[in-house]
C-alpha cells in the first residue's frame, strides 16, 4: 500500500513539475515579446537594421515587388534579440507581412 502511495505522489509531481515548467516558459516567452515589441522595434539599432535591409531590397517588397514599409524575420535570434543577421529580415509590404503571419489572410 505504502509503494502504491509514492508511486501516486510520484505521479503528481511529475504533472506538477511538468505544469510549473510550463508556465515559467510561458511567463519567459511573454516577456521576451513584451521586450522585442516595446523595446528592441523602436530602439535606434532597430531603426538602422530596418534602414539597411529597406536600402538592400530597394525599398520594395521581395514577395510582389510593391512599395515595402516592413521589415519581416524569418528566423528569430530567441535568446539574442537585436543579434539578427541581415540575412535572416527582408523588406515587406503591409499585405505580404499579414500573409507571412497568417497564410490564411
Given at each position: ?48 537594421k ?28 530567441k ?8 540575412e ?18
Amino acid at each position: 500500500m505504502a509503494a502504491i502511495i509514492l508511486f501516486l505522489v510520484a505521479i503528481i509531481g511529475v504533472f506538477a513539475l511538468r505544469a510549473f515548467n510550463e508556465r515559467m516558459f510561458q511567463e519567459d516567452r511573454q516577456e521576451r515579446i513584451n521586450y522585442y515589441r516595446n523595446v528592441y522595434l523602436k530602439s535606434d539599432a532597430w531603426k538602422r537594421k530596418r534602414y539597411v535591409v529597406m536600402k538592400r531590397d530597394n525599398w520594395t517588397c521581395v514577395y510582389c515587388g510593391e512599395r515595402a514599409t516592413q521589415v519581416h524575420h524569418t528566423r528569430y535570434a530567441k535568446y539574442n534579440i537585436g543579434k539578427e543577421p541581415i540575412e535572416w529580415l527582408e523588406s515587406v509590404c503591409d499585405s505580404c507581412h499579414a500573409k507571412q503571419h497568417d497564410p490564411k489572410f
